[in-house]
């Protein structure tokens, strides 16, 4: 979360000539409602299970650069997909740089009502081992430009190529 993944996303996929998918964008856009409508009326659970099938069609689409919400590494399925099925770069941000970020929004579920550096730390201490372990690239965000990011993660793809 504050991340900066569609920011990132949305740059990376006009270098690579690639369609760019918000996966909570797209969840909106199937089901008519924003995510935090779903999140009041099914859960966090709910939500999840939506997240899991629109993650596991869009991970089949090529090419693409989706964009999955923060806690989308939560399932095991997700992991799964997201790791076989292409390339995962993570967005390392430190919590204080999240806290920037996110401070102002008002589409956060998990932020509601709740002291955001706190959450977040919460968040970040069961999340960023998964994300690190199915992480093909790992691209620091604090304090960069957007493009400074998408030139790391287009360098990596090219130096893991054979011959690259």
Known sequence: MGSGKSAV???????????F?????????????????????EGEAGFRQRE??????LTA?????VSTGGGAILLPENRQHLAERGVVAYLETSI??????VQHGRHRPLLIDVD????LTALMATRAPL???IAD??????????????????????????GG
């Not at 689409?61 to 650069?65: A, K």
């Not at 304090?143 to 360098?155: M, T």
Request: no cysteine; aromatic share 4%.
């Open 96 to 101: 204080h740089q999240q806290v920037n970020r």
């Open 61 to 65: 689409m090529e090419p693409v650069v």
């Open 21 to 41: 998918i918000d996966s909570d964008a797209e969840i909106e856009q199937r089901t008519g409602v924003d995510i935090a409508y779903i999140f009041e009326k």
């Open 9 to 19: 996303g949305k740059l990376l996929a006009r270098h690579v000539h690639a369609p």
């Open 52 to 57: 899991r099938e629109v993650i596991d069609s």
């Open 137 to 162: 690239i790992t691209v620091s965000t604090d304090g960069r430009k957007v493009q400074q990011v998408v030139d790391d993660i287009l360098k990596a793809i090219a130096d893991a190529r054979p």
């Open 131 to 133: 994300y690190e372990g």
């Open 116 to 119: 955001p550096e706190t959450t």
